[in-house]
């Protein structure tokens, strides 16, 4: 991976025309149920970039995740991927919900619940054996294709819910707190599978946190949103080398001095 | 203890000797019930009336269902047709019998279309609340993964729902019972509840009782098999069969 996120290396790209954009928020605002949830959004999202978005509850870090899914849409100003307005779900757009355990089927096995998402691609019924073997592998479950995931633990149900959304090809991946309800060992772990696969897969990635050190270390820029209503009030440049690493990352200086301005600026908001 | 009581009838029948046009002992009613079972009028009676009772759980049932799962997953249409739905279901079913005599005349169709008729709305209500039931986060997957219409249904809804819908098939299933039979005493020249009314009618208390003992028993039988089913397919929980 490159390790300056803000020189990505494009042949068309001159110093003067950034990268285009995945994903562009252009001043969206969004009310639901009377209430202003975000007002005048404006970020973009380029290319294989780990984005990370940290902020109190309330601030709208889910709802910008669900407006780049399709499943909501904005009131004023648009959200556009590759250029065109997002409308309904897309296929290579995969969501990772947190609670794992209502987002799985606990009529299907491991196997059939990563064979859904294939189905739902109409992938060909002798294709979609082997891909589903190798989706298991890839996250760790080979062994347990034929489990139902009430058999399996918190880590592994989350691992299968990325399976299936890896089933999918994803150019975006969006994950919704995804590691929230995970023990720290666990945790840490799924957090440097997620930056394998996302390198490996040259997946752009939205991901919503309340772990300021898990967004500084999985990001290549964290945003940070301010409440009431939700709105961008800084995005922090992440100049870390990849690949991350559990423990030299984290010692590095350059973490300890955005792990401090995070912190800073979160208390700031919260007063 | 039901045993003792029937010992006791049939000892209180023997010692005062009882010669009565609506009563008959124990052992007189197990005789008819023998012969009954011999002649064949068993068979031919409990034929009638599950064939009715059948055809109009599957009809009623089925378009039930089918009603529920798009009332359930839209609730603009729900909305909709609350009203209409709150002033038909609790018509009686039996109070229609005269319209579907008029339409039909006597014999199968009007009596399947009762049954119909009454194994439609417990249907309706159960499922489409089973419907709406289901995990929202589950439908939220389809919608991300890209499922049509059809198969959100088939692969979600309905797995998703289904010890529910099933349950409500149940109930169903019992309704139907109850009234294809209250049709045939009522009407329909058929089936058990028919034999019923004659055997009372020509005062033969005996053959009256072993038919209501059939019946009770066919009734028992079909709650046991779908007892059973329900705990083969659900009796592991979560864990349910591949859909």
Known sequence: MNSKPLTIVEPVATPHTPPEALIRFDQVSLRLGGRVILEGVDFDMRPAEFVCVVGPSGCGKTTLLRLIAGLLRADAGTVTYRGKPVTEPARDIALIFQDYSKALLPWRTAAGNVSLALEAMRTPKAERARRVAELLTKVGLAQHADKYPTQLSGGMQQRLQIARCLAQNPAVLLMDEPFGALDAMTRQTLQDEVLRLAGAGGACVFFVTHDLEEAIYLGDRVIALRPNPGRVAQIFDVRLPRPRNQLTTREDPEFLRLRRSLFDFVQEIEH | ?243
């Open chain 2, 1 to 243: 203890m039901p045993l003792a009581l029937v010992l006791s009838a049939q000892a209180g029948a023997v010692i005062y000797g009882i010669h009565s046009d609506s009563l008959a002992s124990p052992w007189q009613i197990l005789r008819a019930a023998g012969t009954l079972l011999t002649d064949g009028t068993l068979w031919a009676m409990m034929r009638q009336t599950l064939l009715a009772a059948l055809a109009g759980l599957l009809l009623g049932g089925g378009a039930g269902l089918a009603c529920a799962i798009v009332l359930g997953l839209s609730p603009s249409l729900s909305r909709l047709f609350r009203y209409p739905i709150e002033v038909l279901r609790p018509i009686p079913s039996i109070a229609i019998l005269p319209i579907f005599l008029m339409i039909y005349g006597f014999g199968y169709r009007m009596e399947i279309a009762i049954v119909a008729f009454a194994c439609f709305w417990p249907n309706l209500i159960i499922g489409q609340a089973a419907v709406a039931g289901v995990e929202p986060r589950l439908l939220e997957v389809s919608r991300v993964l890209g499922l049509g219409f059809g198969a959100r249904v088939v692969k979600i809804v309905i797995p998703a729902a289904l010890p529910r819908l099933f349950l409500a098939f149940r109930l169903a299933a019992a309704v139907a019972l109850i009234v294809a039979v209250t049709v045939e005493i009522a009407m329909n020249p058929q089936g058990m509840g028919y034999e019923l009314m004659s055997a009372q009618s020509s005062l033969r208390p005996d053959a009256m009782f072993a038919i209501l003992l059939y019946i009770g028993l066919l009734g028992w039988a079909l709650n046991a098999m779908l007892l059973f089913a329900q705990q083969r397919l659900f009796g592991v929980a979560a864990a349910a069969p591949p859909a």
